[in-house]
């Protein structure tokens, strides 16, 4: 059973960083792809940032220039770099993990960009 384990959400003034960290029980390189959603209250849940088995990175228009996604091999780890965040950015973080079938999550971390 594959687990993902969320760390690293928080408040944060607007414009402050935050970084989020995804750790995989098993080799990450087993997935086509892994990445971030988030879920803001009364939204759908929206696709963040991705970075395939190839090391492409995709982003949300929204985070563009704001957001970078890297991962750590050894560590079995994907992180999300938040800059300058917004108020809009506020939501339920969630870290998944896929492979042709099946599509892995993490329970999720709560970022909350507030003054």
């Known amino acids: 059973q594959v687990q993902l384990v969320e760390s690293g959400g928080g408040l944060v003034q607007p414009g402050g960083s935050l970084r989020l960290s995804c750790a995989a029980s098993?080799?990450?390189?087993?997935?086509?792809?892994m990445g971030w959603y988030r879920q803001a209250p009364g939204n759908q849940r929206e696709l963040v940032a991705s970075?395939?088995?190839?090391?492409?990175?995709d982003f949300a228009d929204s985070v563009k220039d704001r957001f970078t996604i890297s991962r750590d091999g050894p560590k079995n780890t994907v992180a999300l770099q938040m800059n300058t965040l917004k108020p809009e950015d506020t939501a339920i973080y969630y870290c998944?993990?896929?492979?042709?079938?099946?599509?892995?999550w993490g329970q999720g971390t709560q970022v909350t960009v507030s003054s």
């Open positions: 098993t080799n990450i390189f087993m997935f086509n792809d």
């Open positions: 998944y993990a896929r492979t042709l079938r099946i599509h892995y």
């Open positions: 970075i395939n088995v190839g090391g492409r990175t």
